[in-house]
């Protein structure tokens, strides 16, 4: 994507570890390179507003004490690429689901003040959900539940949450554990 406005940045400028995920798993749900490039994703590289980059950075301040790093998995998404996605994704999952994961109302990543994040550790990037879980994995406390309940996944959510509502971001409207929309004003939502 062009950063043809000032206001937004890449996060690899800034210190900061990512990687688009739509540019990686477009091909899973249907998109080429071409139709990514059509909506103004360029490359894999995470477009975000400026003003996250420092509370960013403050928060993988807090995570380093324990040896992790913040992966940032998406930041800015047009809402050219929201429709892209909206069509792509209900042809995979169905409608239902991903009303589950996508919010087409707010689109909070047009914003470019909203992140996906993940965790680094040892080279790579966590995933702190189980795969075989599916979409249910993605939501906050899913894993404090009876047969659900998978320790080490729930002490790095909040870890994370916690990280990240130490400065400034709220976890999002859908309660994805790695969903945050940099909202300082507001009161903290975990």
């Known amino acids: 994507m062009k950063n043809q406005n000032e206001n937004f940045v890449y996060i690899d400028e800034h210190n900061l570890l990512g990687s688009n995920f739509y540019w990686h798993k477009g091909i899973e749900i249907g998109l080429s390179e071409e139709m990514l490039k059509r909506v103004g994703l360029q490359n894999e590289r995470v477009l975000v507003h400026k003003d996250l980059?420092?509370?960013l950075q403050n928060a993988e301040k807090i995570l380093q004490e324990?040896?992790?790093?913040i992966f940032i998995t998406e930041?800015?998404?047009?809402?050219?690429?929201?429709?892209?996605?909206?069509?792509k994704i209900t042809e995979k999952i169905g409608e239902q689901e991903k009303n589950r994961i996508l919010n087409m109302k707010d689109m909070p990543h047009s914003t470019g003040t909203s992140v996906d994040i993940a965790l680094w550790h040892d080279?790579?990037?966590?995933?702190?959900?189980d795969k075989n879980d599916g979409i249910n994995g993605y939501f906050i406390d899913f894993y404090k539940q009876g047969e659900n309940k998978n320790e080490q996944?729930?002490?790095?959510?909040?870890?994370?949450i916690?990280?990240?509502?130490?400065?400034?971001?709220?976890?999002g409207t859908k309660r994805e554990y790695f969903?945050?929309?940099y909202d300082p004003h507001s009161p903290r939502n975990y």
């Open 162 to 171: 916690k990280a990240m509502q130490d400065n400034g971001f709220r976890l």
């Open 123 to 129: 080279g790579k990037k966590l995933i702190l959900h």
């Open 75 to 87: 930041g800015y998404r047009s809402k050219e690429l929201y429709e892209l996605i909206n069509e």
């Open 53 to 55: 980059i420092a509370p």
């Open 66 to 69: 324990k040896e992790y790093r």
């Open 153 to 160: 996944y729930q002490k790095l959510q909040e870890f994370l």
């Open 179 to 181: 969903h945050f929309n």
